[in-house]
C-alpha cells in the first residue's frame, strides 16, 4: 500500500509529459493517491486528456486561474464528484517571454510584473481559498514549485525570480494561516529540469549544464526525483512539516563555490 493510499489529489499544470507536474502526478499514483487533473485551454487538453487516462483519472477540468469563476466552477466539480479533496499541486509560472531574456531592468515592464505575479503566486492563494471547504476535517495538504531564483539572481530569469519569492512567502503565510485546520503548505525548489516553461528562459541549457558541473551529485535532477519529493510532503509521513521550502535539486543551493578537479 502507497503513502498517498485513500488520498485524493488535483494536480494543476500539467502541459507535457516533460512536466515537473508530471512527475509528480507519475509519483503519487504510484504511492495510491487518486487524481483529478486541470488544463488551460483547449490547446493545453489535447495534451493533458491521454496523459490523465494513462493514470486512470475520469476528472479533467478547464482551469485558467486568472479567472476566478473557472476556479469556482473547478472545485465545485470536485464537490460533486468526490465530496472532499486531500492534496493540491500548483505547478503554475508565466512572465511574457520577451520579459525573461536579456536586461532585467529593460525587459520588466509594468505588465509583466502584474502577470508574472498574478499566475505565477496570487492563484496558489486563490487555489487555496477554493480548496479550503473541501479539505475540513481532512489533514490536507498543498504543494507549489518554486526555484533558486527566488533567492538568488539567475540569467534571464529575471522578473520570474520575483514573482516566485512572492510564491515562497506565499507558504509561509498559508502555513500560518491554514494550519490550525490541519493544513499544511509547502514548497518544493526543483533544480532545473527541460520543460515547456524552461524552453522560454533565455541560455537554459548553459543552466543545465552549469548545475551538472557545480552539484554536489554531479548532474541534474530529475522528473521522478522531484516526483518522489513531492509525494512524501502530501504523504502523512510528513505530518509535521509545513511552511518549508525543500531543495530538491542535487545540492546545487547548498554550494558557494565549485573548482574543476586537479584544480588548485
Not at 512527475?23 to 493517491?33: K, L, N, V, Y
Not at 520543460?195 to 543552466?207: W, Y
Request: aromatic content about 8%; hydrophobic content about 50%.
Amino acid at each position: 500500500m502507497g503513502i498517498l493510499a485513500g488520498k485524493r489529489a488535483l494536480i494543476i499544470g500539467v502541459a507535457t509529459d516533460r512536466s515537473i507536474a508530471w512527475g509528480i502526478a507519475q509519483a503519487m499514483h504510484a504511492q495510491g493517491a487518486e487524481l483529478a487533473f486541470s488544463y488551460a485551454n483547449d490547446r493545453f487538453r489535447e495534451r493533458v486528456e491521454p496523459l490523465a487516462a494513462q493514470l486512470g483519472s475520469r476528472l479533467l477540468m478547464p482551469l485558467d486561474v486568472q479567472f476566478d469563476e473557472q476556479i469556482d466552477a473547478a472545485f465545485a466539480l470536485l464537490g460533486r464528484e468526490w465530496g472532499h479533496l486531500d492534496v493540491l499541486v500548483h505547478a503554475v509560472a508565466f512572465a511574457p517571454r520577451e520579459a525573461l531574456a536579456g536586461s532585467f531592468t529593460a525587459n520588466t515592464t509594468r505588465e509583466a510584473f502584474r502577470l508574472a505575479h498574478e499566475v505565477s503566486s496570487y492563484s496558489f492563494t486563490a487555489l487555496a481559498r477554493a480548496a479550503l471547504p473541501l479539505m475540513h476535517g481532512r489533514a490536507g495538504a498543498l504543494l507549489t514549485l518554486s526555484y533558486l531564483g527566488a533567492m538568488r539572481s539567475m540569467p534571464s530569469y529575471n522578473v520570474m525570480g520575483l514573482a516566485k519569492a512572492s510564491l515562497e512567502a506565499n507558504v509561509r503565510f498559508l502555513a500560518a494561516d491554514l494550519g490550525p485546520q490541519n493544513i499544511r503548505v509547502n514548497a518544493i525548489s526543483a533544480g532545473p529540469i527541460k520543460t515547456l516553461a524552461a524552453a522560454g528562459v533565455g541560455g537554459f541549457r548553459r543552466m543545465l549544464t552549469t548545475v551538472a558541473q557545480v552539484a554536489p551529485l554531479r548532474r541534474n535532477v530529475t522528473l521522478e526525483e522531484v516526483g518522489n519529493a513531492a509525494a512524501f510532503l502530501c504523504s502523512d509521513m510528513a505530518s509535521g512539516i509545513t511552511g518549508e521550502v525543500l531543495y530538491v535539486d542535487n545540492g546545487f543551493s547548498t554550494v558557494g563555490m565549485s573548482f574543476a578537479e586537479g584544480d588548485d
